[in-house]
């Protein structure tokens, strides 16, 4: 099969796909853009194929792009060929990846998450660098967490920096968003231990008696975690700061946690 191709800068499916960039254009249409045939090939392990598949015009023959490109067409998407400054301005990078996915967004509603399905979850509130929630989401698959609970109003998960920084995790685990009220009557029901991190606990983060499912909520970068969650909570703890800074990365803190609480698992 002859693959369409595009030369065009101005073409209207390259002017589409470059402005997933932008929030706006992601929120109305559900999609997202994904670089890389690494990322690719996580999605398609989890049974997601893209809408729209570009292939750089130099982009080397592999097993995996084969597999890429069979899955796209047979889930009703289409395969592009294009050339390598389409490639840079969509990604806006000097060294583009050869090969760009466009996926669905896909959220899990809270009312579908299972607890059990795993011993851990991430609850982030108003989480704001692209960068620290892609780099929690990886950091949640690889620990074994079911899922990143985002509460109200935090960055895109689909933006392409934080999809980015996943890794490709953003297809492994469930990402659910919702309103602080929703989340406190949801929260009501969870079978396992709730907890809260802020830096005025007592508690240290390994004190406290766990039951799993654990559902572990981290605070804002700046502002930490609000009164109106960490009272939400079963215990709030802190993990030690021994030296002269006064509090971690959110990211880093997320991963001390969600490898305490799976540990102990
Ligand atoms: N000034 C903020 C505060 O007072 O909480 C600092 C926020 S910190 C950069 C971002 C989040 O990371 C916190 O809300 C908390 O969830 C987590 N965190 C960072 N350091 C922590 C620590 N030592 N113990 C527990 N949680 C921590």
Redesign the pocket.
């Known amino acids: 099969m002859t693959d369409r191709l595009i030369t065009s800068l101005t073409n209207d499916t390259v002017k589409n796909v470059r402005a997933l960039n932008m929030r706006k254009e992601r929120e109305s249409t559900g999609q997202f853009l994904a670089e890389g045939l690494k990322f690719i090939g996580e999605a398609l392990d989890q049974g997601r194929a893209p809408r729209l598949l570009l292939v750089g015009m130099e982009a080397r023959d592999h097993p995996l792009l084969d597999r890429a490109k069979a899955a796209t067409r047979a889930a009703g998407g289409e395969v592009i060929v294009v050339t390598h400054p389409i490639l840079e301005k969509i990604s806006r990078r000097d060294n583009p990846q050869t090969v760009l996915g466009v996926f669905e967004q896909v959220y899990t509603p809270l009312s579908a998450i299972q607890p059990g399905a795993a011993p851990c979850w991430v609850a982030l509130e108003q989480v704001r660098d692209p960068g620290n929630l892609g780099t929690i989401i990886r950091t949640a698959d690889a620990a074994g967490c079911g899922g990143v609970i985002l509460i109200d109003d935090c960055v895109d998960p689909f933006s392409t920096e934080a999809v980015r920084a996943t890794m490709g995790s953003v297809f492994a685990v469930a990402i659910a968003r919702t309103t602080r009220a929703e989340f406190l009557a949801w929260r009501q029901s969870w079978p396992g231990s709730v907890i809260g991190?802020?830096?005025d606990?007592t508690h240290g983060?390994r004190d406290a008696a766990l039951q799993h499912p654990a559902l572990i909520?981290?605070?804002?970068?700046?502002?930490?975690?609000t009164d109106e969650l960490a009272a939400a909570c079963d215990v709030n703890?802190?993990?030690?700061?021994r030296g002269r800074a006064d509090?971690?990365?959110?990211a880093i803190?997320?991963g001390i946690m969600v490898y305490a609480a799976t540990d102990a698992a």
Do not use: W
């Not at 909520?217 to 975690?225: R, T, V």
């Not at 703890?237 to 700061?241: C, D, L, S, W, Y």
């Open positions: 991190t802020r830096l606990a983060y909520l981290m605070g804002n970068e700046q502002a930490g975690l703890v802190k993990i030690p700061m509090s971690l990365n959110l803190a997320t």
